[in-house]
């Protein structure tokens, strides 16, 4: 019996058959719902690396609203946005609004990540497995802060 990437419930072999022809991961039929739903709202970078860090075991959110601004990837528990920029964010305008959204961000305890489309496409594993690698540090840092105890979030790194 197979899982669900989203949820870890379990799916039949049909669902999964399914869901990696069409969507490339396997997800239950709620969360293929919930996947068509939020395709209008995202990009297909945000998605491939989303799914990439939730087969390695990151507690991902994708498309998360703060209040003031919507995040593409969030990982909570170590305090670290994802942001996967294309060539839009080249331009000074825009240069000069992603940096003021990471102060922001900085400054509710968040360390802003900006990820090139290009390394989404070119070098999805490796990208992968360096976030990781990131996060362990970052979420170890945060709860060694806070309580003085070593911690890990994930037990799947190659790092």
């Known amino acids: 019996m197979e899982i669900c990437t989203e949820c870890n419930c379990k799916i039949t072999q049909g669902v999964f058959d399914f869901s990696i022809e069409n969507i490339g991961v396997p ?3 709620p969360h293929q719902q919930w996947l068509a739903e939020i395709e209008e709202n995202t990009t297909a970078e945000n998605l491939t690396l989303y799914f990439a860090l939730k087969q390695r075991g990151v507690p991902a959110s994708i498309e998360h609203y703060d209040g003031h601004k919507h995040i593409d990837i969030v990982i909570h528990e170590a305090k670290v946005h994802i942001e996967v920029d294309g060539r839009q964010h080249f331009n000074h305008k825009q240069a000069l609004s992603d940096l003021k959204r990471t ?3 900085f400054l509710e305890g968040y360390f802003t990540l900006r ?5 989404v496409h070119e070098h999805l594993d490796e990208t992968a497995e360096y976030l990781v690698s990131f996060m362990n540090e970052s979420y170890k840092r945060v709860h060694e802060l806070y309580s003085g105890t070593t911690y890990r979030l994930l037990k799947c790194s190659t790092r």
């Open 115 to 119: 990820i090139p489309n290009t390394l």
């Open 103 to 105: 102060y922001y961000s």
């Open 27 to 29: 997800l239950c039929m």
